[in-house]
């Protein structure tokens, strides 16, 4: 069953560790990281974009899916399905779904209509049992044809959206979505530690987790961060497990074309980076 992410991420914070939201894209992609949570004894969140959502059918399609999963797979770990960077439109189709977790991204609005907007929907996302993610200030990179250069937050507007009762809060810190360039200036450690000051128990969400490096990933979870973003990095594993399937020419060789067959070096890539994430960021054995 799906659960809201704010018991597992309360944990997580209290505990000095973080809880990895991997994107999902297909079957394979869901099923990969479904096993790998289970087999790690880990909880998860299943993040799924707006773009993601048209693609995979709608959002209805998607909760049938995973919930089947779930079932089939005899997942007993905490598994939340999240939206990602959710308008406020595609919250209220994700609640109506049955997704158990949500995230508004007014990061656009003035902070006023940000607030206004992100007070309805805690009250909504409350009395579904669902948790909330808020943003603050733009994370950098290209987000669904949004481009955004890596704005630090103001930690008094993060202080501002926390106050309202949100469960998590995305907090720009020089973090950017895709992959990072060469001139990035790394985290800013000082608006972090700024924020989670101000926050308290709040537990922090870091996005674009693909290409930061570990000591930096370490040093953000030690500050507060308790939800780390992975997307890019699976997608790029993905595609590379299935070029060198294809180019050794096995999609050619008795029944290679079979997409079970082609699929599948992809999906246990996606396995072996989702492991990986998890034991960075310190989430094995702990869904129980």
């Known amino acids: ?17 973080a809880v990895g939201q991997f994107n999902i894209n297909n079957l394979e992609w869901t099923k990969s990281i ?3 949570a289970e087999e790690l ?3 998860v969140i299943l993040g799924v974009s707006e773009g993601a959502g048209k693609y995979m059918c709608g959002y209805k399609t998607i909760v049938g899916m995973v919930n089947g ?6 997942i007993t770990v905490p598994v939340a399905l ?21 995230m508004f991204d ?17 009250a909504i996302a409350e009395s579904k049992g669902m948790s909330l993610e808020a943003e603050v200030g733009s994370i950098g990179g290209e987000e669904d044809g949004v481009v955004g250069k890596g704005e630090c937050a103001d930690p008094n507007e993060c202080k501002m959206i926390a106050d309202l009762g949100v469960s998590m809060l995305a ?68 595609a590379a497990a299935t070029r060198e399937y294809i180019e050794a020419g096995k999609d050619l060789s008795g029944k290679g074309f079979d997409p079970r067959k082609l699929l599948a070096p992809g999906a246990e890539a996606i396995k072996a980076t989702v492991k990986e994430k998890m034991e960075l960021f310190g989430s094995v054995g702990k869904a129980n």
């Open 34 to 36: 479904l096993l790998t």
């Open 82 to 102: 999240h939206l990602d960077h959710g308008s406020y439109d595609g919250c209220l189709k994700c609640v109506e779904a049955g997704f158990s977790s949500i």
């Open 1 to 17: 069953m799906l659960v809201s992410a704010k018991e597992m991420l309360e944990k997580a914070k209290a505990g000095k560790y």
């Open 106 to 122: 007014g990061s656009h609005y003035p902070i006023e209509e940000n607030i206004a907007k992100t007070k309805e929907l805690i």
């Open 171 to 238: 907090a720009g810190i020089g973090n950017i979505h895709g992959k990072y360039p060469e001139n990035w200036e790394g985290l800013s450690f000082e608006t972090l530690e700024a924020i989670s000051k101000l926050t308290g128990d709040m537990p922090l969400v870091l996005h674009g987790g693909t290409g930061i490096p570990e000591d930096m990933i370490k040093k953000a979870i030690s500050l507060g961060v308790a939800k780390i973003n992975v997307n890019t990095e699976c997608q790029l594993s993905f």
């Open 69 to 74: 999963m779930l079932e089939e797979l005899k």
């Open 41 to 43: 004894k880990s909880p």
